[in-house]
């Protein structure tokens, strides 16, 4: 069975820094993997879907990338604001279309 | 507007009272499944469907049953909820599975059972 985890689970950084989050998943027999953002109260929102013959995704700030082989995805976020503060989730989609998601890293961005 | 919506957004019952979740999307998709999220376990899936008439289970289905009569709808239905299933739970679409697009979530619904 597939396990996402998600390291840190939480991480506080000043305003303006750049930084990494991680994501690793077990079994590397994944179609693609997604990134999400969670603010509290509130629903998941998409921010990069790499597909498993893909190696990266920008979007803006956010780069996300893939090692398919190692089981491994980092999301980059540059110049880090206050308003990313928010809850940050991958997910993996695998055999029989079913999804697996790591915990998430809770990331507070200080002004 | 395109999006998932999900009702009620707070729910608080009692054990082994029946209550349905509603979900639904306005995208035409074809693949909708639900989740629950609990601390420190991530989001896991329960039931998903991959078109109308077309359901199968997810990783943790014990205690849901789910329907897909319609394309844009897919009810969650807790016959005789326990606290366990106290949770918050999602719903999410995506437009075709099998093409690898990425998947749209609804706003959650928080289930208290006591």
């Known amino acids: 069975k597939q396990e996402v985890t998600q390291i840190p689970a939480a991480l506080s950084v000043p305003e303006g820094e750049n930084l990494v989050l991680n994501c690793s998943f077990t079994d590397s027999a994944i179609y693609n993997l997604q990134w999400f953002r969670q603010d509290p109260g509130k629903g998941l929102t998409s921010l990069l879907l790499?597909?498993?013959?893909?190696r990266e995704q920008t979007s803006g700030r956010l780069n996300a990338s893939l090692d398919k082989s190692s089981g491994r995805s980092t999301l980059y976020i540059a110049a880090s604001q206050p308003g990313d503060s928010a809850t940050y989730l991958c997910?993996?989609?695998?055999?029989?279309?079913?999804?697996?998601f790591g915990s998430g890293t809770k990331l507070n961005v200080k002004p | 507007e395109a999006q998932v919506t999900q009702n009620p957004r707070y729910l608080i019952t009692v054990t082994g009272k029946k209550l349905t979740v509603t979900c639904s999307q306005n995208?035409?998709?074809?693949?909708m499944s639900w989740y629950r999220q609990d601390p420190g376990l991530g989001l896991r899936q329960i039931y998903y469907?991959?078109?109308?008439?077309?359901?199968d289970k997810g990783d943790v289905p014990e205690g849901y049953k789910v329907s897909r009569k319609e394309k844009r709808n897919f009810p969650l239905i807790l016959e005789s909820p326990s606290p366990n299933q106290t949770s918050l739970y999602f719903c999410?679409?995506?437009?075709?599975?099998?093409?690898?697009?990425?998947?749209?979530f609804g706003p959650g619904t928080r289930l208290t059972v006591t």
């Open positions: 997910a993996v989609k695998a055999n029989f279309n079913k999804f697996y």
């Open positions: 999410a679409s995506s437009r075709n599975i099998r093409a690898n697009y990425e998947q749209y």
């Open positions: 790499i597909q498993s013959s893909q």
């Open positions: 995208m035409n998709h074809e693949y």
């Open positions: 469907s991959m078109n109308v008439e077309v359901t």
